[in-house]
């Protein structure tokens, strides 16, 4: 079975530091994407970032970059400089780089700034 | 350009009542998806449409779960019969074709008392 896990339900981080969201994940598929999603009160889901598997350089967005370990099966988030607006539900999620509408979701991790 | 749009954002129906959800996707986009966010739980997949066609369906319970894009119109998720457990947040997302970006509502948050 696909499964993605995030180990860390909740994180908190002073305004303007750095903080780092951890995800694992275990696939079948020989070519898939990564995703990192963010949930704000809102609750639409709002891309951050995307990984695809087969590329060996990590994606970066701005203050947002991943850690991808290929071989380990880790994805991790590090968001730069935190604002409060980044505070939200991050998740963590994979899939199948022919289907990637078929989204494997972790539980996701609650991201707290501290002003 | 309007996003995605969902609603209603919040419904409330008795057990047996029968649920629509319906999404409309953005300009432009003709692939359709639905997932299910239990509480606590990331999303679920539960069906990709394509304007007047169920493409993927292998998400969505066997029985009263019913899906459709027609040519006019939003997308609408069907829920028969609803049952406490089918509580959930119901999110649709779209996307101009297949495996690129796609783009998520606000969700429905449909609560069975």
């Known amino acids: 079975a696909q499964t993605v896990t995030q180990s860390q339900p909740e994180m908190s981080v002073q305004e303007a530091e750095t903080v780092t969201l951890s995800c694992t994940y275990d696939t079948s598929e020989s070519d898939y994407y990564l995703f990192w999603y963010k949930q704000p009160p809102s609750r639409q889901m709002i891309l951050v970032i995307r990984q695809e598997a087969y590329k060996q350089q990590n994606a970066t967005e701005n203050r947002f970059s991943v850690n991808f370990q290929k071989a380990a099966k880790s994805f991790s988030l590090k968001i730069s400089d935190s604002q409060l607006g980044d505070a939200a539900m991050y998740f963590c999620?994979?899939?199948?780089?022919?289907?990637?509408?078929?989204?494997?979701w972790g539980a996701g991790t609650k991201l707290i700034i501290k002003p | 350009n309007a996003g995605v749009m969902q609603n209603p954002r919040h419904l409330v129906r008795r057990r047996g009542q029968e649920a629509r959800l319906r999404c409309s996707p953005m300009?432009?986009?003709?692939?359709v998806y639905w997932y299910r966010q239990l509480p606590e739980e990331g999303l679920k997949f539960m069906v990709y449409l394509q304007k007047e066609n169920i493409i993927d369906e292998s998400g969505m319970p066997k029985e009263r779960f019913s899906a459709e894009f027609p040519k006019e119109g939003p997308s609408i998720l069907r829920i028969q019969q609803v049952v406490r457990g089918d509580s959930a947040a119901y999110f649709c997302?779209?996307?101009?074709?297949?495996?690129?970006?796609?783009?998520f509502g606000q969700g429905t948050r449909l609560t069975v008392v």
């Open positions: 300009k432009g986009h003709s692939h």
């Open positions: 999620a994979s899939a199948p780089s022919d289907s990637n509408y078929q989204l494997i």
């Open positions: 997302a779209s996307s101009p074709i297949l495996n690129t970006e796609a783009f």
